[in-house]
């Protein structure tokens, strides 16, 4: 399982800043991280660019997780990862799931409060990267998995498939109504323990099939859209 606290998330809005002064900005906020620390980029220009520059200066010691993604800018968060510790493809998956559930948190808290404009930004926060955590796993993992020999059906527990259909039907569900605490309840019971299934069974399975590939497939799982 994962150590990442996520002690401090800074927002670095790449928007609002020059663009001959982005990428010193972002080295500078990355080097003041501590491990574990995270900052949130937000920018208008793809940030494939950005993403890579990054794991040629800083290779194996940070996650890149897109946040969000939509017609008028993205999102990302970086977190600062420990030097000098193996890295494991599914670090990235166990920080995400942590990510995720901070976002259902927010999102109740807003709406206990009253603050339905930032529960709106929360939910879709994460409606979008729930959605990205599923594709990574199964565009990403579930075929890594595969072709080391071992089908994802033969993986101990319930099907992970119909476990990822249950999940989205329930985010569909979610989307299309506007009194949601009651329905955000259930489907963070119904992640919990699916998350609790993969980072206890599935996930340390794969670290070992693919230990000799944990770099590549952590930059492939990044580098979805």
Not at 17 to 22: A, L, V
Not at 79 to 103: M, S, T
Not at 142 to 163: F, R, S, T, W
Request: proline residues 5%; negative net charge.
């Amino acid at each position: 399982m994962s150590n990442f606290t996520r002690d401090r998330l800074t927002l670095l809005d790449l928007c609002a800043i020059p663009r001959p002064s982005h990428w010193p900005r972002i080295l500078n906020a990355f080097d003041l991280l501590a491990e574990g620390e995270s900052v949130r980029l937000r920018g208008y220009d793809n940030p494939t660019t950005i993403l890579m520059q990054l794991q040629d200066l800083h290779t194996e010691e940070f996650f890149w997780i897109p946040y969000q993604n939509n017609k008028e800018h993205w999102e990302a968060e970086i977190i600062k990862r420990p030097k000098n510790q193996p890295v494991r493809v599914c670090e990235l998956l166990e920080a995400d799931h942590r990510r995720l559930d901070g976002l259902i948190q927010a999102t109740l808290a807003a709406e206990e409060s009253g603050l339905e404009e930032i529960a709106n930004r929360r939910f879709e926060a994460f409606l979008w990267g729930t959605r990205h955590h599923l594709r990574m796993e199964e565009e990403v993992l579930y075929p890594a998995v595969k072709a080391v020999g071992l089908p994802i059906h033969q993986i101990p527990g319930d099907n992970l498939q119909d476990q990822h259909t249950e999940i989205d039907t329930l985010l569909e569900q979610l989307a299309n109504i506007s009194l949601r605490s009651a329905a955000l309840q259930t489907l963070r019971g119904v992640l919990r323990r699916h998350h609790h299934h993969e980072e206890y069974q599935l996930y340390p399975l794969c670290d070992e099939l693919l230990a000799d590939q944990a770099t590549l497939h952590q930059e492939r799982m990044s580098s979805l859209p």
